[in-house]
């Protein structure tokens, strides 16, 4: 049975043809000579008018078929790509939500950094603050990869892409909060790598939140003009 219909859908134009062929000739044939059979049916102008009659009826049908084939055809084309559409756009969404979210807990993070209770552990124990800064760059990382990645989401050409990219060049030069370990004996230490990370938070983290907010305005406004 599947070949069988594997094969129907391979050979539809062959088959519709063939159709056409039995039902323009051989079948109006058939009840020719059927009547013909019959003594005193139909003169040579009568036969002339069923014929021509029968041929119109089934030029008319086929068109009407072939006409009605198009438009399916094409209103499923349509169907489809406004669903392609709604799945782009709303991955779009989904990654540009993400981003937000993990630009929100990086911004968190830079704020309270070192709170009261882990401010005196970290001026006794630098490692503290590496590990802090460590744990930080790790999720700028994460996050910096998302963002390079998210050009690929929209098509060349688009605002959207164009955003991307000053994204991503905003990406370059905010890799890592860079602090200076050769002051770690220094009593102000701590506050000075507060100092590096407020600064990080307000020329980088801060600026890719509005791009964020920017970049899904964009997709937003795309949605409704469609």
């Given at each position: 049975?599947?070949?069988?219909?594997?094969?129907?859908?391979?050979?539809?134009?062959?088959?519709?043809?063939?159709?056409?062929?039995?039902?323009?000739?051989v079948v109006p044939k058939l009840i020719e000579l059927l009547l013909q059979?019959?003594?005193?049916?139909?003169?040579?102008?009568?036969?002339?008018?069923?014929?021509?009659?029968?041929?119109?009826?089934?030029?008319?049908?086929?068109?009407?078929?072939?006409?009605?084939?198009?438009?399916?055809?094409?209103?499923?084309?349509?169907?489809?790509?406004?669903?392609?559409?709604?799945?782009?756009?709303?991955?779009?969404?989904?990654?540009?939500?993400?981003?937000?979210?993990?630009?929100?807990?990086?911004?968190?993070?830079?704020?309270?950094?070192?709170?009261?209770?882990?401010?005196?552990?970290?001026?006794?124990?630098?490692?503290?603050?590496?590990?802090?800064?460590?744990?930080?760059?790790?999720?700028?990382?994460?996050?910096?990869?998302?963002?390079?990645?998210?050009?690929?989401?929209?098509?060349?050409?688009?605002?959207?892409?164009?955003?991307?990219?000053e994204i991503i060049g905003l990406v370059n030069k905010g890799k890592e909060?860079?602090?200076?370990?050769?002051?770690?004996?220094?009593?102000?230490?701590?506050?000075?790598?507060?100092?590096?990370?407020?600064?990080?938070?307000?020329?980088?983290?801060?600026?890719?939140?509005?791009?964020?907010?920017?970049?899904?305005?964009?997709?937003?406004?795309?949605?409704?003009?469609?």
């Open positions: 049975m599947k070949k069988i219909k594997i094969f129907i859908k391979k050979h539809y134009i062959l088959g519709s043809l063939v159709a056409l062929i039995l039902a323009l000739i059979s019959i003594p005193g049916t139909g003169s040579n102008d009568g036969w002339l008018g069923f014929w021509g009659g029968y041929l119109g009826s089934v030029i008319a049908v086929a068109f009407a078929a072939y006409t009605a084939k198009l438009q399916s055809e094409k209103a499923i084309d349509e169907h489809r790509r406004a669903e392609l559409f709604v799945y782009q756009d709303k991955t779009k969404l989904d990654r540009i939500f993400k981003i937000q979210e993990d630009l929100a807990e990086i911004d968190i993070k830079c704020r309270y950094l070192f709170g009261m209770e882990v401010y005196q552990d970290a001026v006794d124990d630098k490692t503290v603050i590496a590990q802090s800064i460590d744990e930080i760059n790790g999720k700028i990382e994460e996050v910096n990869s998302k963002m390079e990645r998210l050009q690929f989401y929209f098509r060349e050409g688009e605002d959207g892409r164009e955003k991307c990219k909060i860079v602090i200076n370990k050769d002051e770690e004996s220094s009593t102000n230490y701590v506050d000075g790598v507060r100092d590096v990370v407020k600064k990080y938070r307000e020329s980088y983290i801060d600026e890719q939140i509005d791009n964020m907010n920017e970049l899904l305005k964009i997709v937003n406004d795309s949605i409704q003009a469609k």
